[in-house]
């Protein structure tokens, strides 16, 4: 399978612990993003990397959550202290270019924070 | 304000039904427009993106309205497999963020 991977698929963990995802890209692509989606919502944006550079963040990204492409391939997504608000489906999608292509979604990471 | 305010529905139209979804962006330097379409606990899907000329995928039909701020989809001769939530998605004025609607959610009846 070629497509978008995410690991793990689900996590669950206690409030105030550190959790961190892992998303591996389709291997050509150089963009690559990140979501939340909560139940009844749509995907919400909180990052992108082009290859290896953070270019952009979301306003609403807190400073607990950080993220990285250290070699411009996979991607990890860091949460720092989780909070029970935290609780979402965390997605990666990755695409060829610019705003004009097709983004690819990874099946995504289910983390529920308790 | 919303980046992308979308009706949540939901619709439950008839199976050959024609249905519309529209889709209203509040920033008017937005760079490019896409229906992407997600069915129940799976990832989004692109189903179309949307071009100020409009353009038709089969039954699909896609209008984007600049001086008004919004965007259409057309769905005719519904089809079962057409249930799913419809995200309207639209990007910042740099296009390189990306914002979602809440989605619509359609289910055809047989």
Redesign the interface.
């Known amino acids: 399978d070629t497509g978008v991977s995410q690991d793990p698929r689900h996590k669950i963990t206690k409030r105030g612990q550190n959790v961190t995802f892992r998303c591996d890209p389709i291997s050509e692509h150089n963009r690559l993003?990140w979501?939340r989606q909560t139940l009844?919502?749509?995907?919400?944006?909180l990052t992108?990397f082009q290859n290896e550079a953070q270019?952009?963040k979301?306003r609403l990204l807190s400073d607990r959550f950080s993220a990285e492409r250290p070699k411009g391939s996979f991607s990890t997504l860091e949460i720092q202290r989780t909070e029970q608000g935290d609780s979402a489906m965390y997605?990666c999608a990755s695409s060829l270019g610019?705003?004009?292509y097709?983004?690819y979604?990874?099946?995504?990471t289910r983390l529920t924070v308790t | 304000r919303k980046e992308v305010e979308q009706d949540p529905g939901p619709f439950n139209v008839p199976e050959g039904a024609t249905v519309a979804f529209n889709c209203t962006y509040s920033n008017s330097a937005s760079q490019s427009f896409f229906w992407y379409r997600q069915d129940c606990r799976k990832e989004p899907k692109l189903l179309m993106s949307v071009y100020s000329s409009g353009n038709e995928d089969g039954r699909f039909t896609a209008q984007l309205n600049r001086a008004s701020q919004y965007i259409s989809l057309l769905i005719r001769d519904s089809k079962l497999s057409d249930s799913a939530t419809y995200l309207c998605v639209v990007t910042s004025s740099t296009g390189n963020q990306f914002y979602f609607g809440t989605g619509t959610s359609l289910t055809v009846i047989p």
């Open positions: 993003y979501y009844g919502q749509g995907p919400e944006f992108y270019l952009e979301s997605l610019g705003h004009f097709e983004q979604f990874g099946p995504g």
